[in-house]
């Protein structure tokens, strides 16, 4: 009997003792995972206060204008973009993003004072409208009501008139979140301003986020029915070097056609299949391989200065709102250079884009760092609507009327 109840015991103890062993190692395991769970928010808070720390936009003051108005510099930063930009024509002054070894560099020719902005104009980093491109003898017609722009470029208009929106100055508010920082510009174009119709009022939205990503919103209403095609025209070089032009950029261009040109450079009319042509860029290509080609086009451009149609825009209403606010974005461009490892991606709500291989800079143009700009030492990949199109009833335009609205969208995008 003695030897049941001592046995009893001792499988009492043991059990007692599993039992021990097991909330222990329950403990152990709940302590482990409580420490890991503090790690891991401490980490997130860590994070999300890096993040915030590396988000923010200030000014500055830049200069002044000839009329003495002053100009401000605004400078965004988010991940590892930094774009600045100054009021006067929204221009883009600077974009530093990093190569593959960490290194901040320009990417974006320009001016490095505001006199020669002013004064040397060849719409470097501007916001460009209120019709970005040509228009043949500044003639336009709008619901059979002709209209004389003023002619800049005798006898035709380009890029919006002797005073287009690269050279006002536009108001500017910032605005500041978790993960990005931006700028809005405004400004109010009068009616017949530079000859086109309607008191138009225009913003235009630089954002730069986490994701080194430029995004830039257009908008736009009016109170007459009006022409609009707004674009950015900053000359783009990866390289970020001196004496270092883009003919060793990579370039791809997400389309099956351009508009050829007629000898005044203005578009015939026809549409051009890329395929057997230099200007076949759907699959990357160097950009200096076929830009010295002997093809007719490549002569009246003396390079690359053509729109091509990564859409259908033949296929689209012209009238009524241009987009919609959540309009979806192609790829229809990127750009890439070897030994910096940057590579640029275009994204857009537009049918195309111009790509200009800024044939005629040079030396006597002097920008930023004393660097003299020659042939090819930037390229330019402006979206927007076809050229000419207000002059000429083969293509389709987009006019806007009252009530509607005009919005376009352009992401560009940095990796590395």
Known sequence: MMTKTISATLKRANQDRIMEVFIMKIRNVLSIKLITLRFLLLSLFVFCNQAKANVSIHSEDYGVLSNGDKVDLYTLKAGNITVKVINYGGIITEILVPDKQGKLGDVVLGFDNLADYETKNRYFGAIVGRFANRIRQGNISISGEKHQLSLNRPPHQIHGGHKGFDKVLWNAQVKKSDDSVSLTLSYLSADGEEGYPGNLLVNVRYTVNQQNELVIDYK???????????????????????????????LAVYADSILPLAKDKFPTGAVMPVTFT????????????????????????????????????????INGD?????????????LSEHKSGRIMQVWSSEEGLQVYSANYLNKSIVGKYQQAYSPQYGICLETGQLPNSPADNKFPTYVLTPGNKYTSKTVYKFLN
Not at 288 to 311: F, P, S, V
């Open 278 to 317: 230099p200007f076949d860029f759907r699959k990357p290509k160097n950009i200096g391989k076929d830009i010295k080609n002997e093809h007719e086009q490549l002569k009246i451009a003396n390079g690359y200065d053509h729109y091509w149609l990564t859409g259908n825009p033949f296929d689209k209403k």
């Open 322 to 334: 241009h987009r919609s606010e959540n309009a979806e974005l192609n790829l229809v461009a990127m």
């Open 220 to 250: 736009a209403n009016t109170d007459k029915e009006t022409v609009i095609n707004l674009t950015q025209h900053s000359y783009f070089n990866l390289a970020a070097r001196r004496n270092t032009n883009v003919l060793q950029h990579n």
